[in-house]
């Protein structure tokens, strides 16, 4: 057995014990599309949290029915995988491997299974849009990924293009709408409403392949406010499902651009231009797979691997040959995915260290400027107050608050990795490990 060594295997076991699964566990079965040398297998936890396991892992939760002893358990695991699974390679699976991963236990009851905390992930997070409200939502605007529907809206999106690239219409729109407060304000408006449109394009894609969204919520991406859908359950869809999920949120930014496309057309209203032309800036930037935007989970899904960065701790590792004074384990991927992994990372790791340093560095300048620039937007304000200009007042209001919300997401990242660092010394003296595990937001 490759998950068991003899060292491990525990001296006495009870082998009429009895284990049984956790409270709202799910088989999901096969992980299709996977990049792994050898298939990986879904697990859906109570909580909603998606587990990746191997196949004899995935075996032994299939005999787990709290009612067969680990004897039997034992036996049947054996048969089905066609190896020498023993009672003391059960017991030792159960309570090393699935009960840390909050599967199943063989005595002590599963209070708070562990969660995926990743460095990068939302902080200050928070839900707009429960999970019965967003399924409802999403079925009704499922239709939209008819493949009719696809073609038309692909087709008027290149045209709509086309046609802003060769009128000419889009500087003049820009400098119609500079230094208009209520343009501004009607600017950010139709961008979060757009940005909020795009999470539902996630929910939608994801139930018309079949799987169940959950709740839109808001949170801190490092230092700037985004919205999330969780849409963890698409991970039991086949590729073609997940990727259709993946890219849901651009297909939704596509179908509101060409709704504020046909309003302008009708109303000639110069922001709803602007709007299209940052709408399409806002698509490129979450095509790119730094962070956990949309073209992380498209290439990810793209290779079959779930969690890229959690492949960045054992690439180091592999790299520097450090591995608590034990051999490097292999990565487990295929080689063209191992390939693609090791690429992604080689760019990723750099280019993060890189803005954080230039970040850390240009502290004192950015912080000079958000003083002054915070000024300068209470002067406004003072000055809106005074000559009764309210969508003035309600524009600097705004412009302070945008201004603010950096350095909010600055504080909660700090606070992160604090206490990143506090547990990883805590486990250090404790002598023990911690466990990658699949999440998505």
Known sequence: MSEVTQADRAPQTDEHAVARLADGVSLCGEYEGGGFDQPRYLISRGDGQMVLVSRLLYQLATEIDGNRTLGEAAVRVARASGQDVSVADVEFLISEKLYPLGIATLAEPIVEPPKAAPLLALAMH????????????????????????????????IALDVWLIGSGYLDLAFQQSAGEPVQV????GLMIVSTLFHEVGHAAGCHYGGAKPGAIGVGLML??????????????????????????????NAVFILAMAGIYGLTHYPPLLVFIALSHIQILQQLVPLLRLDGYYILGDLVGVPNLFAQVGPFLRRLTGRHGG????????????????????????????????????????YLSRAFTRAHDYWTVLVAGVGQGNFWMSVLAVVSMLILLLPWVGAVAFLVR?????????????????????????
Not at 226 to 252: E, K, Q
Request: hydrophobic residues 55%; charged residues 20%; glycine residues 8%.
């Open 326 to 365: 034990k051999p490097v384990p292999p990565s487990g991927l295929r080689p063209r995915v191992r390939i693609i992994v090791t690429a992604w990372v080689v760019i990723v790791v750099p280019t993060l260290a890189l803005a954080l340093g230039v970040l850390l560095w240009r502290l004192p300048v």
């Open 185 to 188: 304000l009607v600017l950010l």
């Open 223 to 252: 230092i700037v406010p985004c919205f999330f859908t969780n849409v963890t359950d698409a991970y039991r869809l086949d590729r073609r499902g997940r990727l259709r999920t993946d890219l849901g949120g651009i297909y939704f």
């Open 126 to 157: 928070g839900v707009l849009a429960p999970a019965r409200v967003v399924r409802v939502v999403a079925a009704m605007l499922a239709p939209l990924y008819l493949p009719v529907v696809v073609v038309l809206v692909v087709t008027g999106l």
């Open 417 to 441: 990795i604090g206490r990143r660092i506090a547990r990883r010394i805590a486990h250090k003296q404790r002598g023990t490990g911690g466990r990658h595990r699949i999440a998505r937001a």
